[in-house]
């Protein structure tokens, strides 16, 4: 069991639910604060690579390296995540700024009731009082998933190798 807890899937896993945890808080604070469906993306992609070259460098990947090799790391690192942040942006672009409708459409998110439970809920109610802010927020959650899979293998084999 303790071998199963110190295996670096494991180790991956739980720091990707963290970074993700930590993503999600700045995008959707930040989507709450901004009303463009973009520049939240970009906030959270910014601050969300740096919290996971830390946490991947010194945490998962635990490799001792001079410090000059860091530096190729964190080049490394950094296309590899914008790569991803480039999926965020273009499926964001996508699936909730040029083809919202469609996407509501599809899922009948217009059909749900948002007044009542849970999206009664105050705090439930401030993020998602509309379909097409429950849309955004379906997709936020896709992205996440699809970025911790990618974000894995680019890891594991190109950048921490």
Do not use: C
């Not at 991947?56 to 991803?84: D, E, M, P, S, W």
């Not at 009731?113 to 109610?125: D, E, L």
């Amino acid at each position: 069991m303790f071998n199963l807890l110190k295996s670096e899937k494991i180790i991956y896993l739980f720091w990707g639910i963290i970074t993700t945890i930590f993503y999600l808080v700045v995008r959707f604070i930040s989507m709450y604060f901004i009303n463009d469906p973009l520049f939240p993306v970009y906030i959270a992609q910014f601050t969300t690579i740096i919290f996971a070259f830390y946490v991947n460098k010194y945490f998962v990947f635990q490799k001792n390296i001079q410090a000059r090799n860091i530096l190729v790391q964190f080049f490394r690192f950094v296309l590899g995540r914008l790569f991803v942040a480039l999926l965020d942006v273009v499926i964001t672009y996508l699936f909730i700024k040029k083809y919202n409708d469609f996407i509501v459409n599809i899922l009948f998110l217009d059909h749900i009731n948002y007044s009542s439970f849970p999206f009664s809920i105050t705090v439930v109610h401030d993020f998602i009082p509309n379909a097409y802010a429950f849309n955004s927020i379906i997709v936020v959650l896709f992205i996440q998933v699809l970025a911790v899979v990618l974000n894995y293998i680019l890891s594991k084999w190109f950048i921490f190798d």
